[in-house]
């Protein structure tokens, strides 16, 4: 019995023995388990945090991203481009980027912008002048790889062979459905590939002073700076001269070379055009009395009898035919990509003007004949047999001799400019004059419009400082849509904007929504294409609308191989860096 009770005993301890070691094989198990669970769990919320960071041995340091520079203006300048500058520069470092904002002074900005594109990527807003309602200026000027050079406006560098086939054929189609269509298809390349990124279409909040003055014209983008409102704009009593006020001076009156929208809005009131863009936003003859076409390719224009240059010689057909003459000898930067489909030009007679196109154009009489000045070919020959063709283009110009509806009697750089009514012109303004006065900023500008001391506000106002003036008996605000708008250039010809993955996320990033609530309170729409909702013939509404979501930014960036260190930096795809392209 004992034997057997400690036979069993010893049984039973063997069996215990047995049971022991598995319960702590099964503990040892489950505690690898876990403990690999939570070393996987914890490198999976890193990699969230971070992007997917990479440990530092596997990324190595030529494969990090640069620190990029985002020009934006001086806060005086333009505040609300300054401020979302700032806001896009704190996003874009969620994303892993080093970002440097540098503010300049427009005249700089644009010099290294637009005409030289030696940049990262800067705050732009395109204007919405008059002869940009017709979709030519946006889908061919900016955008066609022939317009990327010195002073075009192809700042991105885009170069897609698709789009350009498109644009080219958008100027070719003469009838308006297919064009339309056409510029829709261009909308979407454009939305698919973000060669810039479009940010807001904002109102334009402008003042104007209504004790003094009535009969304002506005348009489209245009606003209080339209050519009509200077032609249409009417005395009450004894001031004669409206202050025509504006937050920077003009920067060039040679219209050969400017780039500047507001320098044109002055020069178009000096000299004349063949053709001008209506409020409504038609083309309709002015300095020409008559179009025709009797051909597809034909453009036949008679000139207005009587009209004289401001130094009193007669305008010609020779005078038109020499400007487009003198366009294509100096290579205009500015109109070169106006003249693209023009053969050559003839003067038969001294009122008769023969424009034989390479092939049929939509766009040639509202963006090549209504933009092309009429130059005085008796001054302009001299000025290039004295200085040769670049030093016409380097010509300031600054005591120009036009047709238009006003001459200059003087031009102060940075204090004011003074324009005279030309009572010759065959539709004479209702001022005597326009006294430009360019403010130190917008502020000084509304300071000056609150005292009285300026009559047309050229500049939008901020919300606050509209509500200020709109309590003030001698001044009417006004709110007018626009079809210009707020974008950021991304330089293609660098890294890392070459890649579309970066473009695109870098947009994902921008807080559009946010940038009209907070800084535009409101007045203003968000941008996906650069046709604005408002240019309702030309918009497409169905383009891919790219909002803000950080997210999903980092997940384009991932899904392209870039790849994120401890720290949150962003780095290249293997085998890509800032040496390689």
């Known amino acids: 019995m004992l034997v057997h009770t400690a036979a069993a005993e010893s049984k039973g301890e063997h069996s215990f023995s047995r049971v022991s070691r598995r319960q702590r094989r099964s503990q040892a198990q489950r505690l690898f388990f876990f403990l690999t669970l939570f070393i996987t769990a914890s490198l999976l919320l890193t990699s969230c945090s971070t992007g997917g960071s990479k440990p530092a041995s596997q990324l190595t340091p030529e494969r990090k991203v640069r620190e990029i520079e985002l020009y934006v203006t001086t806060a005086d300048y333009d505040p609300v481009r300054y401020e979302f500058g700032m806001m896009v520069a704190d996003q874009?470092?969620?994303?892993?980027?080093?970002?440097?904002?540098?503010?300049?002074?427009?005249?700089?900005?644009?010099?290294?912008?637009?005409k030289e594109k030696n940049y990262d990527a800067f705050t732009l807003n395109w204007a919405g002048l008059a002869d940009r309602i017709d979709p030519d200026h946006f889908v061919f000027l900016t955008l066609h790889s022939?317009?990327?050079?010195?002073?075009?406006?192809?700042?991105?560098?885009?170069?897609?062979?698709?789009?350009?086939?498109i644009?080219?054929?958008?100027?070719?189609?003469?009838?308006?459905?297919?064009?339309?269509?056409?510029?829709?298809?261009?909308?979407?390349?454009?939305?698919?590939?973000l060669p810039y990124a479009p940010i807001a279409h904002r109102n334009q909040l402008m003042a104007y002073n209504k004790r003094d003055f009535d009969n304002v014209t506005t348009m489209m983008g245009e606003g209080l700076n339209a050519f009509w409102n200077f032609l249409s704009i009417t005395p009450k009593g004894n001031k004669k001269v409206a202050?025509?006020?504006?937050?920077?001076?003009?920067?060039?009156?040679?219209?050969?070379?400017?780039?500047?929208?507001?320098?044109?809005?002055?020069?178009?009131?000096?000299?004349?055009?063949?053709?001008?863009?209506?409020?409504?936003?038609?083309?309709i003859p002015w300095a020409a009395e008559s179009i025709q076409q009797p051909?597809?390719?034909?453009?036949?224009?008679?000139?207005?009898?009587?009209?004289?240059?401001q130094d009193g010689k007669p305008v010609t057909s020779e005078?038109?035919?020499?400007?487009?003459?003198?366009?294509?000898?100096v290579k205009s930067p500015y109109f070169m990509g106006r003249i693209t489909q023009l053969g050559k030009v003839e003067a038969p007679d001294p009122q008769t003007v023969v424009f034989t196109l390479k092939e049929p154009s939509a766009s040639f009489v509202a963006n090549t004949l209504a933009q092309v000045y009429i130059l005085p070919k008796h001054v302009w020959s001299k000025i290039l047999a004295d200085k040769g063709a670049k030093g016409v283009l380097e010509y300031q110009n600054e005591k120009p001799i036009g047709s238009g509806p006003f001459k200059l009697e003087y031009w102060r750089r940075d204090q004011e400019m003074k324009l005279t009514r030309f009572d010759k012109y065959y539709q004479p303004a209702k001022v005597e004059g326009i006294l430009k006065i360019p403010y130190a900023n917008v502020q000084g500008m509304t300071t000056a419009l609150e005292?009285?001391?300026?009559?047309?506000?050229?500049?939008?106002?901020?919300?606050?400082?509209?509500k200020k003036l709109s309590g003030l008996s001698h001044l009417a605000v006004l709110d007018i849509p626009d079809h210009g708008f707020y974008h950021i250039n991304y330089n293609m010809r660098r890294l890392p904007f070459d890649d579309l993955a970066v473009r695109k996320a870098l947009t994902l990033a921008i807080p559009k929504k946010a940038i009209i609530d907070q800084l535009l309170e409101g007045h203003g729409?968000?941008?996906?294409?650069?046709?604005?909702?408002?240019?309702?013939?030309?918009?497409?509404?169905?383009?891919?609308?790219?909002?803000?979501?950080?997210e999903k930014a980092r997940q384009v960036l991932k899904t392209a191989g870039y790849e994120w260190d401890a720290s949150g930096k962003l780095y290249y795809p293997v085998g890509k860096s800032d040496q390689k392209k």
């Not at 991105?156 to 086939?165: F, I, L, Q, T, V």
């Not at 051909?295 to 009898?305: A, E, I, S």
């Not at 729409?525 to 950080?550: C, G, Q, R």
Request: proline share 6%; aromatic share 10%.
């Open 92 to 114: 874009w470092r969620k994303l892993g980027l080093d970002v440097k904002v540098t503010p300049l002074a427009w005249p700089r900005l644009s010099q290294l912008g637009i």
């Open 146 to 165: 022939s317009q990327a050079g010195v002073g075009q406006y192809n700042i991105a560098g885009y170069n897609n062979p698709e789009y350009d086939k």
């Open 167 to 193: 644009a080219e054929e958008s100027r070719r189609a003469t009838d308006p459905e297919k064009r339309r269509e056409l510029v829709f298809k261009a909308q979407e390349i454009f939305a698919r590939d």
């Open 243 to 283: 202050v025509w006020g504006y937050p920077s001076d003009v920067t060039n009156l040679n219209v050969l070379t400017s780039t500047n929208a507001h320098d044109h809005q002055t020069a178009r009131l000096i000299y004349d055009k063949l053709v001008q863009i209506d409020p409504e936003g038609k083309a």
């Open 295 to 309: 051909d597809p390719k034909t453009v036949v224009v008679k000139l207005r009898k009587g009209m004289t240059f």
């Open 319 to 329: 005078d038109v035919r020499y400007t487009y003459q003198l366009i294509n000898e």
């Open 451 to 466: 005292a009285g001391e300026c009559d047309i506000g050229g500049w939008s106002l901020e919300p606050g400082q509209a």
């Open 525 to 550: 729409v968000i941008a996906y294409s650069f046709i604005a909702p408002i240019n309702k013939f030309w918009h497409n509404p169905k383009v891919e609308k790219t909002d803000y979501d950080l």
